[in-house]
């Protein structure tokens, strides 16, 4: 693609996700590459079914991705969407708090979860869904959350739209021409974690699993652990603290 990202932006919405993927299925194309933000959601979700807060003011938005022969695994493109998300934000507050990434896809902000990640496919194509705290983010009891505004002035959504689409584009890019290693590596050189420090792992089936983060697999990015015998183990799934 040439040129800057097609920017598409609504007043509101039921989920800008759906919206693409309704698309899709009718065979409407126009998405892909291209990006569709609404001010309002009023049917947003986040990952594994949870809601996605809807705050005024912040950045809701997706994109299609068409997947090629050869591409890595479809999955992997929620590393390339935190990627982007990290460094759109970083330069949103230039540089004035760093993100971090926690594994799968969470963006963190001084260790509050400042933005949320959607994946969805839809024949040979992935919709990707973003949404990022601006100026507010919800309460929350499970977990610290972070707005942008919480470190200096942020951007209008339509801005920070600009520059998400324009990074995102960059490590698509790459991740198309290079293969999935080099964008774990970005993503762990960004990571909370490192070789060695302790990872608490939320399993889907409700157990807890304890060791040392031991990097990614280069294949599809799954965890890697190393527990207390000294065993390695491949986590797929689950929330990591």
């Not at 949404?131 to 200096?152: F, I």
Request: with cysteine; glycine share 12%; charged share 20%.
């Amino acid at each position: 693609m040439s040129g800057d990202p097609v920017i598409t932006l609504v007043e509101e919405t039921g989920s800008t996700n759906a919206d693409l993927a309704e698309a899709l299925r009718s065979g409407d194309l126009s998405g892909v590459d291209a990006w569709h933000v609404a001010r309002r959601q009023n049917a947003g979700k986040g990952r594994q079914g949870r809601e996605w807060h809807d705050g005024s003011g912040n950045f809701m938005g997706s994109t299609v991705v068409a997947l090629g022969k050869g591409n890595p695994p479809p999955a992997s493109l929620s590393f390339v969407a935190a990627l982007a998300v990290g460094q759109a934000i970083d330069e949103a507050l230039d540089g004035a708090c760093r993100p971090k990434l926690k594994w799968p896809n969470d963006v963190l902000l001084d260790g509050g979860k400042v933005s949320g990640i959607l994946l969805e496919m839809v024949g040979d194509h992935v919709v990707v869904g973003i949404g990022v705290n601006l100026v507010s983010a919800p309460d929350l009891p499970d977990r610290k959350t972070a707005a942008l505004t919480d470190h200096g002035a942020a951007p209008s959504a339509e801005a920070f739209a600009a520059i998400l689409a324009k990074v995102f584009a960059r490590y698509l890019t790459a991740w198309r021409a290079d293969g999935l290693i080099p964008v774990l590596k970005g993503f762990v050189s960004n990571s909370l974690h490192y070789t060695g420090s302790p990872v608490t792992v939320h399993d889907t089936d409700g157990s807890i699993i304890e060791g040392e983060f031991f990097g990614l697999e280069n294949t599809d990015g799954a965890l890697r652990l190393t527990l207390a015998d000294g065993s390695e183990r491949v986590i797929r799934a689950g929330d990591i603290s």
